[in-house]
C-alpha cells in the first residue's frame, strides 16, 4: 500500500445519512494464497466514535462476538472520516473482522499500516502494536509516524478473528485549522491505511521499497550537489558567460527538491515540520523553474529577455498562490500546465537557435525534452499512486533531475571543444603567414644579389672598353683621364644622393614599403589581420607649452620620441606618424614577429619607465604620457604622390586611439581583447566598465607589468590547484 502522505485522490464523498447508517459487518476471508499478492481492507472496517473514552476493550469485544452493530458505522475506508463532522471528534475504534481458512491456523500475517497520528492495534483482544500514544483529548496525544510499517498478526486456530484498531488524529485537526486543509493534504492524512500480506514479503517488500527509493534518490541528489558545485566554479573563472550560473543555481534547487521529496517519503518528522517542508518544495520547484528558464534564454539571447520577467515570473507566483488555496491533487495538474507551458516556451527558443545556426543546439533540445517529459511522467506517478513500481519511478527520478545537467554538460565541453579548434586554425594561419613572410624576404634577397653580380660585370666592360680605347687612342689619354675622373666623380655623387634617398624614405615609410616603390608598385594597400597599434600622448602638453619657451618645447618633444624611436626600433615595431605630441606606432606587420602583442605591451611599459626618467633628469614635475593599446584587424597603405604618407585605418586603430583618450596619466590603457591575449605574462589591474565614444560600454584594463619567474611559478600553481 502507498503511504498516505503520497495519496493524491480523494475518496468518493458519502452524506452524513449513509455513513450514519448502521450495518451489518462485512467478514474479510484470508487464505495463504491471497496474502502472497496482498488483500485490501477496503470496504470491511467500522468504526464507532470514543471522544469521551467510555469503551471499554471487553464491551468492544462483547459487542463483536453478538453480533451488535448498532453502534458501529460501515466505512469503505478508515480514510473516510475526513468526510464524517457529526460522528468524529479526533478519537475512535476501528474493527475488521477476519475470516481464515485451516491453512493460516497457528501463522503470523502481517498488517501493514500507514498513518501520521497515533494508533493501538488488538487481536482477539490481545494488544500486538502501540504507535504514539492515542489520547482522548489533545494534549493526550503523542503522534508517531508509521510509513507503510508492518505489523506482525499472531492467528490462533479458530476460523473468525476481530482486529481492533483504537486510533486518533487531534494533531491532524489542530494542524488543519492553522494551516488549511489543502497544504495538510499531502503526508498528513486524517486516518490511516492498511492492508493484510504474507508477513515474510510484507517486511521484504517494505524493506525493499524504503532501500530503493533512499538510493534512487540520493545518487542523483550526490551528482546534483557535485554538478552544482563544479559549475560554480566554471561561472567563477568565466563571468561573462552566465550559462554556468544558472546550470549551477538549476543543479542546487534540483538538489534540495530531490532531498525535500525524500524527507517527505522517508522522514517520521511531525507534521508541523513537514507542512513546512512543503513549502519549501514549491519555492524549490518555483525556483528551479525560474533557473532553467533563464539557461535556456542565456544560450540563445545570451540575455533575460522580458518574457522572463512577464511570464515565467507571474506563473511561478501563481503556481505557488494556488498551492495554497486548491485540494492538492488538482495541484498537480497546475504542475502539469506549467511543464506545459514550458515546452511550448522552448520549443519557440529552439526555432530561434536553428535560425541563427546555434552550434549544438540539438543537444540542448534532447535534454530539454527528456528534463519537460521525464517531469510530467514523474508527477503523473504521484498522481496516480504509482511509486511501488520501482523501477518506473527510478527511470523517472533520474531522467527528470540528471538529463538537463548532463546534456548542458556535453554542450558546454563540445562548445569548448570548437574553440580550441578554431584558435588551433588560428595558429596555423598565423605561422603559414610567417612562413610565407620568410620566403618573400629570402627572394628578395637572391634578386638583390643578382642585380649587384650584374652590375659589377657591366663595370668590368666599361673598364675594357675604356682600356682598349686608351691603347688605340694615345693621343687622348689626358682627356680620357679627365672624362674618367669627372665620370668617377658623378658616380659617386649619385650614389651619395641615392643613399640619402633610400634613407629618407626609409625614415618616412617602412622597408617592405619602401622596396616595393622602387620595386615599381603604383598603388600599396594591405588588409593587416593581426597588428596591435599604440598611441601615446603627453598629458598636460598644452599646460607645457604655455610654460616654456617653443625652442625648449620643440627640445622636449625631440628628446621625447627620439627615445619611443630607439623603443621602437629596439621592440621590432614600427613609427606610423606624430601628429602634434601624440605618437603612433603599430605591431605585427608583415615583417615583424607573430607575438607582436607582448612586444608593444613590454614597449609600453618601457615608454612609461623612459618618460619617467627623462622627468627626473630634465627636473620637469608632471611629465607623464598617456598610452593606449588594442589588437585587431587594420587597412594600411599609401596616401598621396607628393609627400607620401603610410597610414592605418579601421576599427582597431580608432579603438586604440579611444583607449589612449579615455587612459590616465603615467599608465597603459588597454581592451579586453589584449587582456585575454596577454593575461598569463603580464599583469593587469581591472578598470571596469567604461562608455567609449563611438562604441557604447566596454570593459578594459590597466597594463602594469611583466610577470616575473616567482609570479610565474604563483600563477602556474594556482592553475595546476584548479585543475585538479
Known amino acids: 500500500m502507498l503511504a498516505v502522505s503520497a495519496c493524491l485522490f480523494a475518496l468518493p464523498e458519502m452524506s452524513a445519512q449513509q455513513l450514519a447508517q448502521p450495518v451489518t459487518q462485512s467478514i474479510l476471508y484470508l487464505t495463504q494464497d491471497s496474502l502472497l499478492h496482498g488483500v485490501s481492507t477496503k470496504g470491511y472496517w467500522v468504526f464507532r466514535s470514543d471522544s469521551a473514552g467510555n469503551y471499554s476493550l471487553s464491551r468492544l469485544l462483547s459487542d463483536t462476538i453478538s453480533g451488535n452493530n448498532a453502534a458501529w458505522r460501515k466505512l469503505t475506508s478508515p480514510e473516510q472520516l475526513t468526510r464524517i463532522s457529526s460522528e468524529w471528534s479526533g478519537s475512535g475504534w476501528f474493527r475488521l473482522s477476519v475470516e481464515i481458512d485451516s491453512t493460516l491456523f497457528n501463522e503470523t500475517i502481517s498488517l501493514t499500516l500507514t498513518h501520521r497520528n497515533a494508533a493501538e492495534v488488538y487481536v482477539d483482544g490481545r494488544r500486538v502494536a502501540v504507535q504514539g500514544k492515542v489520547g482522548f483529548l489533545a494534549r493526550d496525544e503523542v503522534e508517531s509516524a508509521a510509513l507503510d510499517v508492518p505489523v506482525p498478526l499472531y492467528l490462533s486456530a479458530q476460523r473468525q478473528h476481530c482486529i481492533l484498531v483504537h486510533y486518533s488524529n487531534h494533531t491532524y485537526l489542530r494542524l488543519s485549522k492553522r494551516y488549511g486543509s489543502n497544504l495538510l493534504k499531502p503526508g498528513s492524512a486524517a486516518a490511516f491505511e492498511s492492508d493484510v500480506r504474507n508477513v515474510q514479503g510484507d517486511i521484504a517488500r517494505s524493506l525493499r521499497q524504503r532501500t530503493v527509493r533512499t538510493i534512487v534518490t540520493m545518487i542523483p541528489l550526490g551528482i546534483l550537489l557535485f554538478v552544482a558545485f563544479l559549475y560554480a566554479v566554471f561561472y567563477i573563472f568565466i563571468r561573462r558567460d552566465r550559462t554556468n550560473l544558472y546550470l549551477a543555481l538549476f543543479s542546487i534547487f534540483s ?21 513546512w517542508n512543503e513549502i519549501a518544495t514549491v519555492c524549490e520547484i518555483a525556483a528551479l523553474t525560474l533557473a532553467f528558464m533563464a539557461m535556456l534564454y542565456w544560450v540563445v539571447y545570451e540575455r533575460t529577455p522580458r518574457r522572463w520577467w512577464y511570464v515565467w515570473i507571474p506563473a511561478v507566483v501563481a503556481m505557488i498562490i494556488t498551492r495554497f488555496v486548491i485540494p492538492f491533487e488538482k495541484w498537480n495538474y497546475v504542475l502539469i500546465a506549467l511543464i506545459a507551458l514550458g515546452f511550448i516556451d522552448m520549443v519557440s527558443i529552439m526555432a530561434i537557435a536553428l535560425r541563427k545556426k546555434i552550434e549544438d543546439a540539438a543537444i540542448i533540445a534532447i535534454g530539454n525534452v527528456v528534463f519537460l517529459a521525464s517531469s510530467s511522467i514523474y508527477v503523473f506517478i504521484h498522481i496516480q499512486g504509482l511509486q511501488y513500481i520501482l523501477w ?13 545537467p548532463v546534456t548542458m554538460a556535453f554542450y558546454i565541453a563540445r562548445r569548448f571543444a570548437r574553440v ?7 595558429l596555423e594561419y598565423v605561422q603559414r603567414l610567417s612562413h610565407q613572410a620568410l620566403e618573400q624576404e629570402k627572394e628578395k634577397q637572391s634578386l638583390i644579389e643578382y642585380q649587384k653580380q650584374e652590375l659589377e660585370g657591366l663595370v668590368d666592360v666599361r673598364t675594357k672598353e675604356l682600356q682598349e680605347k686608351n691603347q688605340l687612342l694615345a693621343d687622348q689619354t689626358q682627356a680620357i683621364q679627365f672624362s674618367n675622373m669627372e665620370l668617377l666623380r658623378k658616380n659617386v655623387e649619385v650614389a651619395a644622393e641615392r643613399e640619402k634617398s633610400d634613407e629618407l624614405l626609409l625614415n618616412i615609410l617602412p622597408a617592405p614599403i619602401a622596396e616595393r616603390l622602387k620595386a615599381g608598385e603604383q598603388t600599396i594597400a594591405d588588409k593587416l589581420h593581426d597588428v596591435t597599434v599604440l598611441f601615446a600622448d603627453i598629458a598636460g602638453f598644452t599646460r607645457f607649452a604655455s610654460t616654456i619657451s617653443p625652442e625648449n618645447l620643440v627640445a622636449l618633444l625631440d628628446k621625447v620620441f627620439s627615445e619611443f624611436d630607439r623603443l621602437v626600433e629596439k621592440h621590432g615595431a614600427e613609427k606610423i606618424k606624430t601628429i602634434g605630441d601624440a605618437y603612433m606606432a603599430v605591431g605585427g606587420l608583415s615583417h615583424h614577429a607573430f607575438n607582436h602583442v607582448e612586444f608593444m605591451a613590454r614597449l609600453a611599459i618601457e615608454m612609461q619607465v623612459e618618460v619617467n626618467r627623462l622627468s627626473q633628469e630634465l627636473g620637469i614635475i608632471g611629465l607623464s604620457v598617456r598610452i593606449g593599446l588594442h589588437s585587431g584587424e587594420a587597412v594600411a597603405g599609401i596616401i598621396g604622390t607628393k609627400k607620401l604618407n603610410y597610414d592605418l585605418w579601421g576599427d582597431t586603430v580608432n579603438t586604440a586611439s579611444r583607449m589612449e583618450a579615455h587612459g590616465e596619466a603615467g599608465k597603459v590603457h588597454c581592451t579586453e581583447h589584449v587582456f585575454l591575449r596577454l593575461r598569463h605574462k603580464f599583469l593587469f589591474a581591472e578598470r571596469g566598465e567604461i562608455r567609449v565614444k563611438g562604441k557604447g560600454l566596454m570593459h578594459t584594463y590597466f597594463l602594469e607589468k611583466e610577470f616575473d619567474e616567482e609570479s610565474e611559478a604563483l600563477l602556474h600553481r594556482a592553475q595546476m590547484l584548479v585543475k585538479e
Not at 392 to 404: D, I, R
Open 420 to 426: 580550441n579548434e578554431r584558435l588551433s586554425e588560428q
Open 255 to 275: 538538489a534540495t527538491l530531490c532531498f525535500s521529496l525524500l524527507y517527505r517519503y522517508q522522514s517520521s518528522a511531525t507534521r508541523e515540520i513537514l507542512v
Open 392 to 404: 518506473l519511478f527510478a527511470l523517472a527520478t533520474y531522467c527528470c533531475f540528471l538529463s538537463t
